[in-house]
């Protein structure tokens, strides 16, 4: 069955610090896998989508086929990536399933 | 354009009560979904529209719960006799191609509804 596991569901870590949030599937299929982003009263947009292989804000996401995963890293935590981020996976007939969240904080 | 648009904003009913949920997509987009977000949860899946028919509505928790699509834009998701675990906030979201094999088009989503069933 498909699965999204986000396993942190809180993450604080200092301005100027690495940030590493993390997801991992599960999909027998070839899977699509992407980060959408809420803040603060806004509605979930997308971050970053792994085929188009962009870097968003400084975050970027590798697809790990053998291990199944999709974390996502910025090398340095601004103030404003303070965020709900979930990570979510499409499959055959555009059907998503999302991972429960992770709540990253920056703390200046 | 503007973004896919969702009303109300906050919904508060009683037991037993008859809701509808309106979402208006992004102008030109084909593929429509509703999911479901409770507290603490990521959005669940209920059912997805490709123009005006319903192609998956596998995630229907149960036949109280209903959702049309009749111009193949706006559509109404639709809740029967409400119970107070139908709290959540209901998301729509609209993507221009409802994607292919090996494929899935990116979702861009509406502000939510939050709904309360007291």
């Known amino acids: 069955a498909q699965r999204v596991t986000q396993p942190e569901k809180l993450l604080s870590v200092f301005k100027g610090a690495p940030v590493e949030l993390k997801c991992n599937y599960s999909?027998?299929?070839?899977?699509?896998l992407f980060w959408y982003v809420q803040y603060s009263r806004q509605r979930l947009q997308l971050l970053l989508r792994h085929i188009s292989r962009e870097s968003i804000k400084g975050f970027t996401a590798d697809l790990n086929k053998g291990e199944t995963s999709f974390h996502l890293k910025k090398p340095f935590a601004q103030e404003e990536d303070s965020a709900m981020y979930y990570c979510?996976?499409?499959?055959?007939?555009?059907?998503?399933?999302f991972g429960t969240g992770t709540s990253l904080t920056v703390i200046p | 354009g503007a973004g896919v648009s969702q009303t109300p904003s906050n919904k508060v009913t009683e037991k037993g009560k008859y809701v509808e949920l309106r979402c208006d997509p992004i102008s030109g987009h084909t593929a429509l979904y509703w999911y479901r977000q409770s507290l603490g949860q990521g959005p669940e899946f209920l059912i997805y529209?490709?123009?005006?028919?319903?192609?998956?509505d596998s995630g229907l928790p149960n036949d109280r719960f209903f959702a049309v699509r009749p111009e193949g834009s706006v559509s109404t998701l639709k809740i029967q006799r409400t119970e107070r675990g139908d709290s959540a906030v209901y998301l729509c979201?609209?993507?221009?191609?409802?994607?292919?094999?090996?494929?899935?088009?990116?979702?861009?989503f509406g502000p939510g509804t939050r709904l309360t069933v007291l």
């Open positions: 999909y027998s299929g070839s899977p699509e």
């Open positions: 979510a996976l499409g499959v055959a007939g555009n059907q998503f399933y």
């Open positions: 529209f490709q123009g005006t028919g319903a192609a998956d």
């Open positions: 979201a609209s993507s221009r191609t409802s994607g292919g094999v090996g494929y899935a088009d990116t979702q861009y």
